[in-house]
């Protein structure tokens, strides 16, 4: 299957404004499942503004939240797919670029030194794009995440010495958690890398805390305390916009990478509740839209 630059650049417009505008399913059924178990009134009533708020964005055609965030672009190439690399990431950064000037959306995209704002959501070394591989046969997925500043200021690394031990881990989130409190915008997903190094550490949390509500981690032991660390943030009180209640998390994620022997490193990165993503699938049969 050989895919078509014009096609990705076309899907990569299409990602960022419905990531914008559309909460994916799993998301919602997550504030569902909050609402029914909170017990702080003025969280329920929060949680229910939260809720009107996605209602009216999508009955609006509006934007879920006004931050744009830092649009990431995660893309796995399947077996049998013929796609030029460079290409596509150009493409990818074009499609970017016309979604903010066509629609239009607020840049939230700066010069980190002049602060320079071009309005296009883009700059050095942004979007962000990830290209990995899978073994989906003439499968091509494009999935894009628009990152907000209020969860993404609250990331936290931690090299943990390995004799302190599992305990370790679960105290540094918990700490991370009570230190972001209701700047993330909670309910939040916490997501927390295990392992590797410094930046594939990171970049786990990252992983873990964009993954899709009810996915679990493909390690028992990490899928465990996922178990473990959602009951346990959701004791802290924290509440959704920080303002007390039962519902600090939709919930905790896990990703692992084997480590040093000398090394334990931890991770830890947050999504608010407006846990925005959108997907495109290319096939034979052409695009398809999703979460």
Do not use: W
Not at 87 to 96: D, F, H, M, S, T
């Amino acid at each position: 299957m050989k895919v078509d630059p014009q096609a990705v650049e076309e899907a990569a417009r299409e990602l960022y404004i419905r990531a914008l505008k559309i909460l994916p399913p799993d998301i919602k059924d997550g504030f569902a499942r909050l609402t029914a178990g909170e017990t702080d009134h003025t969280a329920q009533r929060v949680l229910a503004t939260m809720v009107t708020n996605i209602r009216v964005a999508e009955d609006t055609h509006n934007l879920l939240c006004q931050d744009t965030g830092i649009p990431i672009y995660n893309v796995l190439i399947g077996r049998g797919v013929e796609v030029d690399g460079h290409a596509l990431k150009q493409a990818i950064r074009k499609g970017c670029e016309r979604a903010t000037r066509e629609h239009p959306l607020r840049s939230s995209v700066v010069h980190p030194l002049t602060r320079r704002n071009e309005h296009t959501s883009c700059g050095i070394g942004v979007p962000v794009i990830h290209v990995d591989f899978s073994d989906r046969s003439e499968e091509l997925q494009i999935e894009m995440v628009p990152k907000g500043s209020g969860s993404e200021n609250n990331s936290f690394l931690k090299m943990a010495i390995p004799a302190e031990g599992v305990d370790a881990i679960k105290t540094f989130v918990v700490d991370c958690v009570i230190a972001a409190g209701g700047k993330t915008c909670p309910p939040t997903i916490v997501g927390v890398g295990i392992g590797g190094t410094s930046d594939l550490c990171v970049a786990l949390a990252k992983r873990a805390a964009t993954r899709e509500l009810g996915s679990r981690c493909g390690d028992p032991e990490g899928a465990k305390i996922e178990e473990q660390l959602s009951a346990a943030v959701n004791r802290l009180g924290v509440g959704p916009q920080g303002l007390g209640g039962d519902s600090t998390a939709f919930a905790v994620h896990v990703e692992l990478a084997a480590t040093h022997i000398t090394m334990n490193p931890v991770a830890v990165n947050m999504q608010c509740h407006s846990a925005r993503r959108a997907t495109a699938t290319f096939t034979p049969e052409g695009v398809s839209f999703g979460f």
